[in-house]
């Protein structure tokens, strides 16, 4: 399973998990719930932080290279 994650105004990390069931591909869900102009990248769930550490996540904005939130 994959996830889309972007960076937040703060500099966290937001999580944007699909429901792949709506007929939408994950990178049209991601252009569509990410926020505009915010650059996400696609990443597999089983790399996501555990929920303890999640808060201090941070990630390289140059790494977010899948689309852009439209």
């Given at each position: 399973?994959?996830?889309a994650i972007y960076e937040t105004d703060d500099g966290g990390v937001a999580v944007v998990m699909p429901n792949l069931s709506c007929g939408?591909?994950?990178d049209e869900i991601a252009?569509?719930?990410v926020p505009t102009?915010?650059?996400y990248?696609?990443?597999n769930v089983d790399d996501l932080p555990s929920r303890e550490?999640?808060?201090a996540w941070?990630?390289?904005s140059a790494m977010?290279?899948?689309g852009v939130g439209q």
């Open positions: 399973m994959q996830c939408l591909t994950l252009r569509k719930d102009g915010k650059a990248k696609i990443i550490t999640r808060d941070t990630v390289d977010l290279t899948d």
